[in-house]
């Protein structure tokens, strides 16, 4: 019944979501067949691009959609098994658990592929044959330029994917932590009630957070990711001649992210052989990163050896294909070292949390005071992998260089996506063990293995910010590329300008999304007091009446659900509009200089804003799990 | 009894703050005489310049201790003299503290300028004159040449005033804020007991804190920013010929400072004009900003003329005076605006922080989400105002643009120090009175006074922190006409990997300065609770012995402050070395083009950390004492 309801919630918010996101990616198809595709055409006086880019873009934004919705309801089927799975094992649950997971990473980096691969062959049979055949027996150089105008036509899809994926974030992304929030704040602190309780009317919306935002929104961003990066190398790889003339050296980017799904492929094998109990759940999930991190290292050496030994790109001679290699490891490696950081700053097992956990005795504010000094400090080691990662890509193999690293690191996705996927899933187990009112012993298993999906969750998102960092960068290449920007002098006002603003948008735009929280956690928890209100009235005439207790008391789950359902649709369109709209506005207004200088703010102040702001959240959440163990310890002891 | 003890212990601060300082002084001063003077000698081959950069850096260092030291003396002064005059009446209580900002913010400007205009003739007698003459009747183009070196031996100043504010800065917000954090939480949430209640024995050291911190801290920081936007206008100034066959034109920048004073001045005076009630001291104190802003900008009218009808500057040419002139207003009315924007986001009277009260009725959690999204919410207008005037400036005038601007937003200086000085001295005030147990008709007063201050000392950081914006730019500017780099392209990879680390500095310096409170103030309330523990303890066995209750029973004040002192000079040190280090170290690995990245990444994420930190923790202040004041209210009506 509880799985039901939390099934319908979720698929009732994708759909309200996904409604609005299909109008929006119908309107910004248009717009894009009209602006990009008629435009080349028109400049260049060659075959028409006209609809391509656009129906690569619905493309990217329609699997981008379809990659939120499987993951969901994948998650949603898991979860009850989950806590069937519980009540006869933790070996049992952890299974149906980590699968479901499984599935999620799986489907998702398969369908990214998948499609694009299916775009390419489509757009090559119809608009690259034809412009061949209409040239006539084209030239080496114009064979050449075909290609690279191929590439420009598929990266559609790659805005399509992030596009859609930007609103499914910020959507979900509220709708999740105003549910969280308000839920366990009315329910705890106010009402003194345990988490998932089921007269508290919020947890429903709670565990539909879960799916909708942890899931359905984390899948779609990292698809985009996976869309971008891919879509990004393959444009930059086509300026070069060597490449070009070499079809497997083309598609090398391809293959990156197919030797990523079988190397993760072989570490859940691994993970599938161990045993699994409370105590070594964690350690299962986090080895899993650094199995798929070696067992790909290796599996890429046969991989590189598609590349010419040596090639060029403009501005770079004789790269080896040793130095790609090279590029691919640093991404992929540093993507481990910031997952590994990330546990490190935010699970209870480390000093940071513990820390933290000392500091809480004194009270709220120095929990405030030392949580942001700690997601502050946790900066340091993500920048510096990502610093040393684009400092040699970038030096040694320009813009494809970073598109490669970008790749490596997304090379573990499907592991990635597993672990993060997990985490909900277990949560939301434990969510339906407590509200069925199953044994406290399954509760506790079920909150075993939760403990570790929050650490998991948090290597996930580490891993997503990094990448993104590296995703945004190549994109910033690929638009300096395009407008034939050779330089970006800060030492020059108009692009400083832009550095300047572009530092400050991240800020704005959290300021946008925390603010919607906030408010929607407060609608939230004003309705579950009045519905606590109107429930123990209905008891307490039970009661007189002899009636049984909880007839009629029912709590309104609905109202919950579409208080955060309707906060999240409205709220999310203002943050996303500020994404959107500002390099626009920079472009027309100020020029591309403006636009190259704000691009750089926004990925050099965005990416310390989100990896601050993830591990300190992500520390206070343990934090608050580690407390409370503690607290049950106690009251064990004491009994 | 209660004033002396704060002296006593503010002093003992600064002695020994100083006391580092002056050794750390020393043996930078040592540094730069061996490296910066004795190598352009041997480069040049010209007259000798050791040593003089290093005296200037000395004497800079010198005054700048000074400053803090003057700024202290007269606060701790003027506190308890605002007591006695809140006694008699609101009016004399505000004109006491009113009159100690002035002091203050008088004698730093006027002590800047006097000193510096010193330097520049001993160095204009000795160097210079010795230099003019040993070239034996020296061709325009050797003038001009030994100008532009005067003024570069002249901007050691600049650098020793700000190398002693870092220090004193974070060394004296460290004392400030553990104090305060300390003595409030222990004594409000786990004692019950008022603010600043004599039995408390972190109350002294919150006061000492306020002194050490906000007076002498903010004084030297100011006196810093000043100091080196006037030696970075100067230096800039001396590459433009016209400007420098034109004494007056040439010392232009020291003329935009003169005339604040004098605006300032007259601002000041319209405010002792005015009758001051509990009511209208706020308005007084904001309306200040706006007096010394309009009088400042018709007083530059006549100074301009001082500058030549056009002249011109690398880079650009025919540059009007009247451009200048805009240069200049865009900085001053964009300190205003910055101003009244913080005081927008900070005080209880505007829509922001009445929000934030609202929210605490939910708890911390809603206050912490939407504080924060308060704080970044609230970078958007300054960042608009800084953008504009970089953009204006540097467009029009290049770096001599940005130069004049940040002198114009520090043209309102004296006065913005005199409403920031005045925050601490009543906060002190109320402090005493409550410790001196004088009736709380007179707390009232006390506590009208300070709340004013609150939110003036909020517009006074947000000054502080656009002023340093403005100034870290134009030193930007001069460091890369130093080093000749025409450009910094942040599509090369080692600007950009400079971009990355600068952008993210910001954040491991606010973690350490965050965890050196935490910690402190930590260890200030273990102290408290068990100090508590032991005068309860006297208190009772004096009871049961018949004696006078307070007997033998004095809090431990002292150990507080030491536990504040030690604290603050220990944690001082790492936020400071990676301040003086970081630039050091990329320029020695990674060459010029790396410091140059790390420096706009500095400016550009810093400014953005700065202001939001800032603005959220004045609505946080703010907000505690709305809510304390609406509690009473309530109070009162319940009687």
């Known amino acids: 019944m509880i799985g039901a309801l939390i099934t319908t919630g979720a698929i009732d918010f994708l759909v309200q979501e996904y409604t ?20 080349e055409m028109s400049v260049k006086d060659s075959p028409t691009n006209a609809p391509y880019t656009a129906i690569a873009f619905l493309i990217g934004s329609l699997t981008s959609i379809l990659a939120g919705y499987i993951g969901m309801r994948i998650a949603v089927y898991t979860n009850t098994r989950t806590t069937y799975g519980c009540c006869e094992d933790t070996h049992i649950g952890f299974q149906s658990a980590f699968r479901g997971g499984q599935v999620l990473g799986f489907v998702l980096v398969g369908l990214a592929l998948l499609v694009l691969e299916l775009i390419m062959i489509c757009f090559k049979a119809t608009w690259f044959d034809g412009a061949f055949d209409a040239l006539n027996k084209p030239t080496e150089e114009q064979t050449a330029e075909l290609v690279r105008r191929l590439f420009e036509l598929v990266a559609g899809y790659g805005l399509g994917g992030s596009s859609v994926a930007l609103f499914g974030r910020v959507g979900g992304g509220i709708y999740t932590k105003a549910a969280d929030v308000g839920a366990d704040l009315v329910g705890k602190t106010l009402k003194d009630l345990r988490e998932d309780d089921p007269s508290n009317p919020g947890t429903i919306a709670d565990n539909v957070g879960d799916n909708v935002g942890d899931i359905a929104g984390m899948g779609a961003d990292l698809f ?43 570490s859940v094998l691994l993970a599938e052989c161990s045993r699994v109990t409370e105590a070594n759940v964690q350690t299962v999930l986090k080895l899993q990163l650094l199995y798929s991190t070696v067992i790909m290292s290796v599996f890429l050496i046969p991989v590189v050896s598609l590349l010419p030994v040596t090639f060029s790109l403009p501005g770079h001679d004789d790269i080896s294909q040793w130095t790609a290699y090279g590029c691919i490891l640093f991404g992929l490696w540093s993507g481990m070292i910031i997952g590994f950081s990330t546990e490190y700053y935010t699970s209870n097992a480390y000093g940071p949390t513990l820390y933290l956990v000392k500091n809480c005795e004194q009270g709220p504010a120095p929990n405030v005071i030392q949580g942001l000094a700690l997601g502050y400090l ?11 990662t684009i400092g040699f890509s970038f030096k040694t193999c320009g813009m494809y260089g970073i598109g490669l690293s970008a790749l490596g690191m997304l090379g573990s996705l499907p592991v990635a996506l597993t672990i993060d996927g997990y985490g909900p899933i277990a949560d ?13 012993r399954i509760r506790e298993q079920t909150d075993a293995l939760d403990a570790a999906g929050n650490t998991t969750a948090a290597i996930g998102k580490g891993f997503a910010i990094g990448s993104a960092c590296l995703v945004g960068l190549a994109l910033f290449g690929a638009f300096n590329t395009r407008v034939n920007a050779t330089e970006v002098d800060i030492l020059s006002p108009v692009p400083f300008c832009g550095l300047m603003v572009g530092a400050m948008l991240p800020y704005a735009f959290s300021a946008m999304t925390m603010k919607a929280v906030g408010d929607a956690a407060n609608e939230m928890m004003e309705f579950i007091k009045e519905d606590f209100a109107r429930t123990s009235e209905i008891k307490r005439a039970n009661k007189d009446a002899g009636r049984a207790e909880h007839e009629g008391a029912e709590p309104n789950y609905q109202k919950c659900i579409s208080i955060s359902t309707q906060a999240s649709l409205k709220m999310m369109i203002a943050p996303g509009a500020l994404v959107l709209l500002s390099p626009l506005v920079a472009g027309f207004v100020f020029g591309p200089q403006a636009v190259a200088g704000l691009l750089a703010g926004i990925i050099v102040s965005g990416i310390q804003v989100a990896i601050s702001a993830s591990n300190t959240g992500g520390a206070w959440d343990n934090c608050k799990k580690e407390i409370e163990k503690q607290r049950q310890d106690m009251m064990k002891e004491a009994r």
Do not use: H, K, R
């Not at 299909?22 to 008629?38: C, K, Y």
């Not at 300026?239 to 492929?265: K, W």
């Not at 946790?378 to 040393?388: E, F, K, Y």
């Open 20 to 39: 609005y996101l299909a109008v929006f990616s119908a309107v910004f198809t248009v717009i894009l067949g009209v602006t990009v595709d008629l435009q």
């Open 428 to 440: 939301n187990a434990g969510g339906i063990a407590e509200m069925s009112g199953l044994p406290p």
């Open 224 to 266: 985009g990711s996976l869309a971008e990066s891919t879509c990004a190398a393959l444009v930059v790889s086509s300026t070069s001649y060597e490449l070009i003339m070499q079809p497997d050296a083309l598609y090398f980017p391809l293959m990156i992210t197919s030797a990523g799904i079988i190397a993760s492929f072989f």
């Open 378 to 388: 946790s900066c340091i080691i993500p920048i510096g992998c990502l610093t040393a």
